[in-house]
């Protein structure tokens, strides 16, 4: 199918027959019903091409309804100067209409709240902010990998189910793919075992156990002994039967302490949705020095706030050789390169979300790509914002003293009234970050730093990956932390050790920063959150 694209992009192709697919944004009939004008959209980009249909050629009535689909075949013309288009198609042939009910469609002309457009999931990509949303997650998307790809870095895709807590914040989700759901029904319609009848039946096995003893200890009685047996081990075989029943609750088979027995289960042990790709990625970057992942993870944080969501996409890069200065370096790279990229292939779309949603989006998205990111410790951080109470210019939710885990509120501030750009905040106190963190040699900090930008506060956190064995064992004995769950991460530490770093990144929230959307949901096609997943 030959696509002819509106305004300029169109002239080069003026005189040709073009047949052109997509979706009446809005629709009139003009000249007393003569002809109507058509703003059709296939998605492709922000601006729509003006379609002009005679009543010879279609059923004008039809045609005109937003939302209806149309496949038109015409004669794409320039329009006289000073028009809002620089092309028209005036069609010759109405090859397809996908007629569409102009009572009853919601996505309607006027502003709709974002509130009412999660409800209609499924058609909300085709108003004017969720589409445009998308086109700018699809270029920062193909940025992501033009970046990492042009600096040597090898895509690796690091598995959805998993048996580790990367981050042991105890926010996992037990996969759905257990087959113990299923097996259920295996144990449907089972009596269930009370604790009179296990213990009526431990009684007896203890009974038939004294008979078996007084009958060996008479040489007279060989026969009742055999007998006595006999009786043993079938009570033990029924008292075996009643104490399998009986750990079956819910219809899930349970081991003595309660839970699940999961030897029945697909994995034959506990599975989870994973919440990071970083310990695969660091396997890999073990071995192939430098790799990034891009996919989904998820957290069962029960939380309805606008920066959360249960199932969101993170970008990992993992660097062998590498320290903090490296990682700090290669975040700082990283976000001013997707920056620039939307800046050069997104600007309609931009300018929309500029004009719309937040008009300082453009200026915002032209100042990080263009300025180098200022660089603070945690303690420097700290003593500016317990300056800035002192002096009272500012007044926090969150108390701010040294050993806090920096809030939104601190992050945003320091990015949006004290430096007025990004910040990248590095050497946070160990207490408050993950056992994988190098321990500097103060012995009270961490090699890691958090990338703060405006509007949104953390967009990355990355750290020097603790490389001594040593000190690896005793911060996961630390943490509470089972050795034996991470062996193949020690491993990496026995066999060839080498400094490493890496950084995660939340995608959904990079597109928070370029957009200047309020809410999470806003920005991901299908949000899931607490009693929502919805398609």
Not at 26 to 37: D, K, L, N, S
Not at 497 to 518: C, K, N, Q, Y
Request: with cysteine; aromatic share 10%.
């Amino acid at each position: 199918m030959t696509r002819c694209w509106p305004c300029n992009a169109g002239v080069s192709q003026v005189g040709q027959t073009l047949r052109v697919g997509g979706w009446v944004k809005t629709g009139r009939e003009a000249g007393a019903g003569a002809f109507c004008f058509l703003e059709v959209n296939d998605g492709s980009m922000f601006d729509s091409l003006q379609v002009m249909v005679s009543k010879e050629v279609g059923g004008l009535k039809t045609l005109v309804p937003t939302g209806t689909s149309v496949l038109v075949e015409g004669h794409l013309e320039a329009t006289p100067e000073g028009t809002k288009q620089a092309v028209e198609l005036k069609a010759t042939k109405i090859v397809h209409v996908g007629p569409s009910d102009a009572a009853t469609y919601p996505i309607a002309k006027k502003k709709t709240t974002y509130e009412f457009l999660r409800e209609k999931m499924h058609l909300r990509p085709r108003s004017n902010t969720i589409s445009a949303v998308a086109r700018i997650r699809n270029a920062l998307a193909f940025a992501t990998h033009r970046f990492f790809q042009e600096n040597g870095f090898l895509y690796v895709h690091t598995p959805i189910i998993t048996a580790s807590d990367c981050e042991g914040a105890g926010e996992m989700f037990q996969a759905r793919v257990t087959t113990l759901l299923g097996k259920m029904k295996e144990h449907e319609g089972a009596p269930a075992v009370s604790p009179a009848e296990l213990e009526a039946a431990k009684a007896q096995v203890a009974a038939h156990g004294e008979e078996v003893k007084a009958a060996k200890a008479d040489k007279s009685l060989a026969a009742a002994s055999k007998a006595a047996v006999d009786k043993l081990l079938k009570a033990k075989e029924e008292l075996a039967k009643l104490e399998e029943g009986s750990r079956i609750v819910g219809g899930i088979k349970r081991l003595p302490d309660g839970t699940p027995d999961y030897k029945e289960d697909f994995f034959s042990k506990p599975a989870f949705l994973t919440v990071s790709g970083q310990l695969q990625g660091e396997f890999y970057a073990c071995a192939l020095s430098n790799i990034y992942t891009f996919g989904p993870t998820f957290r069962a944080e029960y939380s309805f706030t606008a920066r959360h969501l249960a199932e969101f996409w993170m970008i990992e890069p993992e660097m062998a050789f590498c320290d903090l200065k490296d990682d700090m370096q290669c975040a700082e790279d990283y976000v001013r390169y997707c920056c620039k990229f939307l800046l050069e292939n997104c600007k309609p779309d931009l300018e929309f979300i500029n004009k719309m949603v937040d008009n300082t989006a453009l200026a915002r998205l032209e100042q990080v790509a263009s300025t180098p990111f200022k660089r603070i410790s945690y303690t420097e951080a700290i003593d500016l914002l317990l300056g800035v109470v002192a002096e009272g210019k500012k007044s926090f939710e969150f108390k701010v003293e040294w050993g806090i885990d920096l809030s939104t509120e601190h992050e945003r501030y320091l990015t949006e009234e004290i430096f007025k750009q990004p910040v990248i905040v590095y050497n946070y106190p160990k207490e408050i970050k993950a056992f994988y963190m190098r321990l500097n040699d103060d012995n009270k900090t961490v090699a890691a730093m958090d990338v703060l930008v405006p509007k949104v506060g953390e967009l990355i956190g990355g750290s020097q990956r603790e490389d001594r064995l040593d000190v690896l064992e005793r911060r996961l004995g630390e943490s509470g932390m089972d050795l034996a769950a991470y062996e193949g991460y020690l491993d990496l530490r026995r066999y060839g050790t080498v400094p490493h770093s890496g950084f995660g990144l939340g995608f959904e929230r990079l597109i928070l920063f370029a957009t200047g959307l309020d809410n999470i949901r806003e920005v991901i096609p299908f949000p899931r959150w607490p009693g929502n997943a919805a398609y």
